[in-house]
């Protein structure tokens, strides 16, 4: 008895929940637009970052350097903001010393110990 009570019961839940119509539920921020994006939502140096980022830029050197080779054509890129800039070169790639060289502008310098070439290249602070 108690079973068929409980059959009964469970069919009807079932046979509600079907024909029942799905309401999407309130949003919070129910201006019409949905939920804003980050570049809506954004501010101080966020929003700095995210306006560089669409013109192009890495305001901040966030991303990943690009690779160079280090080669005279193709020397390893340092950004200055003044005339001259102090390198630190490890050789090779387990070593446990740097060498340290200062670099100045002009065309590509090389390091004293392996020859690894490095050129100036004068950075834009951002602010």
Not at 42 to 54: D, S, V
Not at 85 to 98: A, F, K, M, P
């Amino acid at each position: 008895m108690a079973g068929r009570l409980l059959l009964r019961t469970r069919a009807a839940a079932l046979q509600l929940r079907s024909s029942a119509v799905a309401r999407p539920l309130p949003r919070a921020m129910a201006t019409g637009e949905g939920i804003p994006t980050d570049e809506e939502q954004a501010t101080g140096l966020e929003r700095r970052i995210l306006q560089g980022f669409k013109e192009g830029k890495d305001p901040y050197s966030i991303l990943t350097p690009k690779y160079y080779s280090g080669t005279k054509e193709d020397p390893q890129i340092v950004p200055v903001i003044g005339e001259k800039r102090l390198v630190g070169c490890l050789c090779e790639e387990d070593n446990t010393s740097i060498v340290w060289f200062w670099i100045h502008e002009g065309g590509a310098q090389r390091c004293p110990s392996c020859g690894t070439h490095y050129k100036m290249v004068h950075h834009e602070l951002p602010h």
